[in-house]
């Protein structure tokens, strides 16, 4: 009998892309080629996305939208609900996120309730690498409230522990998965502290250490992933999960319930007593030379200069913090933060700024530079996936939510939770989008997509200083103050002030120290 | 009526159903037959050409390159432009493994005449024997085709710009297209950012976009 776990997507996956097949760079030898020997990684990688979400996991739940304003809206209910009906292709959160995630070697947490696929999720991705099914079952990392470091990592051998003179005569017997390429650790909410901290180690540096000696944990070949799962994302479980383990995790992604007109499928895996990890087709196994390869080319794609002026200032809307400190420079969350201050309580006090305008007063803190280059790269792979030339605003947008949850901490305090939206207080992936797209109206309100005099300054200082006479270097000075000054004359700052005023200041002192050089010369 | 994009060359010869495909040892041509499809070709028309090709006087081909390089000629004749430079070659190679006979009947012409096609098709992408010397304009192909009707576009092509040998940019609605052509196939697709005109035109022939219509014909103006 057929097996019809083994059918895959036809390609090409990607509508519209060519209509009478490639114009050039074909050759006698790729006529006689199979479809699966010719296949690009990107579309090896879209098949493996509808296999799972097809036939895999049953998730009808398209949430990542790439055209919000072409898409049609119904109003539902009278909560204000409404659901859209993209026009080009949308993709399911908890199924795309982690398989990006196994792309780029990155760390995935999966939250939700018991039974919503986490776990088969993870496991799929680990046969997806070429391990068999029962390997990734066994290398799984159950948390429990007992877990000890040498559960996770081995056991010293006991013989060594009583003859050996000293640490390194000690042979530690390491656990087999410390150098899988997909490592998934089950329910990390419940692993106890001490061990959380081995755990954080071999994910932050890549080895462990036990008795003096260490391993390393990086696979010899290919690209390694981890996944976690977790029933809370709040700090419940049996154990807190150290801050230092969670800010390591690259996306955050919420599982999806069972959606009931999808029974028929339920039942006919009972009947045939179907697991879909013993069942994934070869053709969709990732041998270690293509996942180096993948990971090469989604690293390529490229981020054009008007998308990141984009992100820039999205990015630049959260550190500042009126009260934050005396010196402008210390006017930041992260230094109310680090001196035990109430960071909801400074923002409060700032009286002078107009709180639905200041998109940073919605945020605790700012963004670490590891959550910006986990931005980036996801942004990257969501646009090699899509099968895009380079990086779109909408690859930024889609990826925003999960990369930021956790990393960008609402302010509880703020009107927009307590009085406005309530439903994004406990929904913080649609705040997210909505912060990024409040920041883009923002960006083209205040004409920043024709004008940026900041940007044009950075970008004449990148031409290098060399060659330069006073005169030039002097009016360039003079630029410089007139655009201080013209904000000076506003009253009012906000976080992408504070950006722009630190820059503008670090270009004053480049030219005014090469300025005393020359005069000095 | 409604029209579909196709190429005149193709007008007079339909491709019919024949006997089975001879067994040729190392090469899957059911295989072949289907990356034609996967490559935009008409698979039943590689199926035919081939066939007449290896039931040719004097054929079948002892080398298993040889056929290849008769399939690669066939599956060319069937509308894969992405073969084009190598179906040219495999060719050559062909006339000088003296499979004259071969080609000719994969291409659909008289022995005689594959020499002279083959050596004016690498200045002149549309030359077919059976035009030369027609004395009028005619039409070439029709590409393109509204999205209901199994075609690319959703809107009309309007400014159609040429962008290199056989290489046209054509607007569609918001969007920019690329299309390549050539006397038996062409390729649609979306044009990227990189996608720039090198000033190359091609001699003799204009793509003209027609308000009434979603398709684009290729036409070659009168000598």
Redesign the interface.
């Known amino acids: 009998m057929k097996d019809r776990w083994q059918k895959t997507s036809a390609?090409p996956t990607v509508p519209?892309?060519?209509?009478?097949?490639?114009?050039?760079?074909?050759?006698?030898?790729?006529?006689?080629?199979?479809?699966e020997e010719t296949v690009a990684l990107d579309e090896k990688l879209r098949r493996t996305y509808f296999w799972l979400v097809n036939k895999a996991v049953i998730s009808p739940f398209y949430d990542v939208e790439f055209d919000a304003a072409k898409a049609n809206r119904f109003p539902l209910g009278d909560a204000g609900a409404e659901i859209t009906l993209p026009t080009q292709p949308a993709y399911s959160s908890n199924v795309l996120l982690p398989l990006l995630t196994f792309a780029v070697g990155g760390k995935c947490l999966m939250i939700g309730g018991p039974g919503r696929g986490k776990t088969t999720l993870a496991v799929l991705m680990g046969v997806l690498s070429g391990a068999a099914p029962e390997d990734v079952r066994r290398h799984l990392q159950q948390g429990q409230p007992q877990l000890t470091v040498s559960d996770l990592v081995g056991l010293p051998l006991p013989r060594d522990l009583v003859s050996a003179g000293s640490l390194e005569e000690i042979t530690i017997a390491w656990k087999s998965w410390l150098t899988a390429r997909v490592k998934i650790v089950d329910e990390y909410n419940r692993i106890p502290t001490k061990t959380q901290s081995a755990l954080l180690t071999m994910v932050a540096e890549g080895y462990v250490e036990s008795h003096d000696q260490l391993r390393r944990t990086a696979p010899e070949e290919g690209v390694e992933s981890w996944f976690f799962t977790a029933n809370d994302d709040a700090g419940g479980g049996t154990f807190q999960v150290i801050q230092a383990l969670k800010d390591r995790l690259d996306v955050t992604v919420q599982a999806f319930g069972f959606n009931g007109r999808f029974f028929d499928e339920l039942v006919t895996r009972v009947e045939a007593g179907e697991r879909p990890e013993e069942h994934v087709p070869d053709s969709l196994v990732f041998s270690p030379d293509e996942q180096t390869a993948m990971l090469a080319a989604i690293r390529a794609v490229p981020l054009p200069a008007d998308v990141r002026r984009r992100l820039e200032y999205f990015t630049g809307q959260f550190e500042f913090v009126q009260h934050g400190g005396q010196r402008f420079e210390y006017r930041t969350k992260d230094v109310v933060a680090t001196a035990g201050g109430d960071v909801g309580a400074v923002i409060d006090a700032n009286s002078g700024a107009d709180l639905v305008v200041d998109l940073g007063a919605q945020t605790l803190n700012g963004l670490s530079v590891r959550a910006l280059q986990t931005l980036i790269l996801y942004a990257k792979a969501s646009a090699w996936f899509r099968g895009a030339?380079?990086v779109g605003v909408d690859d930024v947008r889609a990826m925003v939510p999960f990369v930021l949850r956790g990393k960008l901490l609402p302010n509880p305090q703020h009107p927009r939770f307590e009085a406005g939206d309530k439903e994004l207080a406990h929904d913080p992936a649609s705040w997210l989008t909505d912060l990024f797209d409040t920041a883009m109206k923002q960006f083209v309100a205040l004409g920043l997509d024709r004008d940026d005099p900041v940007g044009d300054l950075l970008a004449e200082l990148g031409g290098g200083l060399d060659g330069l006479d006073r005169l030039t270097v002097s009016r360039r000075l003079t630029r410089i103050e007139s655009e201080v000054r013209r904000i000076s004359k506003v009253g009012k700052i906000y976080g992408r002030d504070y950006d722009d005023l630190v820059a503008l200041k670090y270009l004053h002192q480049r030219y005014s120290n090469y300025l005393h050089w020359l005069e000095g010369a | 009526m409604i029209r579909r994009p196709g190429h005149s060359v193709n007008a007079a010869a339909h491709p019919a159903e024949t006997a089975a495909m001879p067994v040729v040892v190392g090469l899957d041509l059911e295989l072949a037959a289907a990356n034609v499809a996967r490559f935009g070709g008409d698979e039943r028309r590689f199926d035919s050409s081939l066939r007449a090709g290896l039931r040719a006087p004097g054929s079948l081909p002892s080398e298993t390159q040889a056929v290849q390089d008769l399939a690669a000629v066939a599956a060319w004749r069937a509308g894969v432009i992405g073969l084009r430079t190598d179906a040219l070659r495999a060719l050559g190679s062909c006339l000088d493994h003296g499979l004259a006979d071969a080609v000719a009947a994969v291409l659909g012409m008289p022995p005689t005449s594959v020499a002279e096609f083959a050596e004016a098709q690498r200045t002149d992408r549309f030359f077919w024997p059976a035009w030369r010397g027609l004395g009028r304009a005619y039409l070439i192909a029709r590409i393109g085709g509204f999205t209901g009707l199994g075609g690319p576009w959703l809107a009309h092509p309007g400014e159609v710009i040429p962008a290199g040998e056989g290489r046209w940019l054509v607007e569609v609605g918001e969007e920019l297209w690329e299309v390549t052509a050539d006397l038996f196939g062409h390729s649609v697709s979306l044009a990227g950012d990189d996608a720039a005109s090198d000033d190359t035109d091609t001699p003799g022939v204009r793509v003209v976009s027609i308000p009434t219509s979603y398709l684009l014909e290729v036409v070659r103006e009168a000598a």
Do not use: I, K, M, Q
């Open positions: 390609s519209h892309v060519h209509h009478g097949g490639p114009r050039d760079g074909l050759t006698a030898a790729d006529l006689f080629r199979s479809p030339a380079e």
